[in-house]
């Protein structure tokens, strides 16, 4: 079974903390995806990465292929990145590339 | 282009209903995706579309649930015979089916079984 695990599963931040997020997968894959999603549903793409490491503004995500590792970083924390992050994987079924997602992290920086 | 959008956003009905969503995904995308978050968990993959063609369907999508993309536009998923276990967050996402992977996701239609 493709699994996509996520640690830690709640995290409480003070504002200006540097935070991280890990993702760890069972199989091997080309690509992972890191993904936000706000109260209310909406989930927007933060970053599809396949190796080394990717910035945009306060977040960083880095991906290590052979340990099947990836975290997501952000710097300078603000109340604004409150949100539950979530990772996946895309696994090829019959060619689908459908996406195996972790359970989420869900994060709250306090000001 | 104004990226996926999904309809409606919220549905509240009674158990045994029928119901209807849709998803209209970005212009020429030929990959649409439905996957269901149900609270408190990650998003699991219902279905995939390439084209009109559904191509693959998870064990979740039981024999009430039907979905479909004619003319390999927007989709519709149907449930039949709502149950409280329905209740979740319906996401529709659409790629190009490039290297890339990328998906674009939409809102999400949140459906209340009472």
């Known amino acids: 079974k493709n699994e996509v695990e996520q640690s830690p599963q709640n995290l409480t931040a003070q504002e200006g903390e540097f935070i991280t997020i890990n993702c760890s997968y069972s199989?091997?894959?080309?690509?992972l995806h890191w993904l936000q999603q706000h109260p209310g549903g909406g989930i927007v793409s933060l970053f599809m990465l396949s190796s080394g490491k990717k910035k945009h503004g306060r977040l960083i995500a880095t991906i290590n292929i052979q340990e099947k590792h990836s975290s997501l970083h952000i710097t300078a924390s603000h109340p604004r990145d409150s949100a539950v992050y979530i990772c996946?994987?895309?696994?090829?079924?019959?060619?689908?590339?459908?996406?195996?997602f972790g359970k989420g992290t869900k994060l709250s920086v306090i000001p | 282009d104004t990226g996926v959008s999904q309809d409606p956003r919220h549905k509240i009905t009674k158990r045994g209903q029928n119901v209807t969503f849709r998803c209209d995904p970005i212009?020429?995308?030929?990959?649409l995706y439905w996957y269901r978050q149900t609270l408190g968990q990650g998003p699991e993959f219902l279905t995939y579309?390439?084209?009109?063609?559904?191509?693959?369907k998870s064990r979740l999508l039981s024999d009430r649930f039907s979905a479909e993309r004619p003319k390999g536009s927007f989709s519709t998923l149907e449930i039949q015979r709502t149950e409280q276990g329905d209740s979740a967050m319906y996401l529709c996402?659409?790629?190009?089916?490039?290297?890339?992977?990328?998906?674009?996701f939409g809102p999400g239609t949140r459906l209340t079984v009472t």
């Open positions: 212009s020429e995308h030929n990959r």
């Open positions: 996946a994987a895309p696994y090829s079924g019959a060619g689908s590339y459908q996406l195996t």
């Open positions: 996402a659409s790629s190009t089916g490039l290297a890339t992977y990328e998906q674009y």
């Open positions: 579309f390439q084209n009109e063609a559904q191509l693959e």
């Open positions: 199989v091997g894959i080309s690509a």
